[in-house]
Nanobody, 115 residues
């Protein structure tokens, strides 16, 4: 059973920064890709950023230049550094890990950006 535990969310003012972490119960290289999605109230869940087992990264257009995804091999974590946060970034952020057949989700961490 794969477990993903997110941390690092909170309340921040517009222009501020937060760093999210996703701790996986096994090496992040075991997954084809691992990364972050978000869901705001009344909206569909959307991709934010992912990193593949080959370290290729994918970012949504709305976070390019502001967010950076990275992995900490020793800690089995994937981090999302979020800079220059905007009120529209307010959402619950979920960690996602994908294998060929299965995908796993964490419980999410809330990010709220005040204007």
């Amino acid at each position: 059973q794969v477990q993903l535990v997110e941390s690092g969310g909170g309340l921040v003012q517009a222009g501020g920064s937060l760093r999210l972490s996703c701790a996986a119960s096994r090496s992040t290289f075991n997954f084809n890709a691992i990364g972050w999605y978000r869901q705001a109230p009344g909206k569909a869940r959307e991709l934010v950023a992912t990193i593949s087992s080959g370290d290729s990264t994918t970012y949504a257009d709305f976070v390019k230049g502001r967010f950076t995804i990275s992995r900490d091999i020793a800690k089995n974590t994937v981090n999302l550094q979020m800079n220059n946060l905007k009120p529209e970034d307010t959402a619950r952020y979920y960690c996602n890990a994908r294998e060929i057949v299965f995908a796993y989700w964490g419980q999410g961490t809330q990010v709220t950006v005040s204007s």
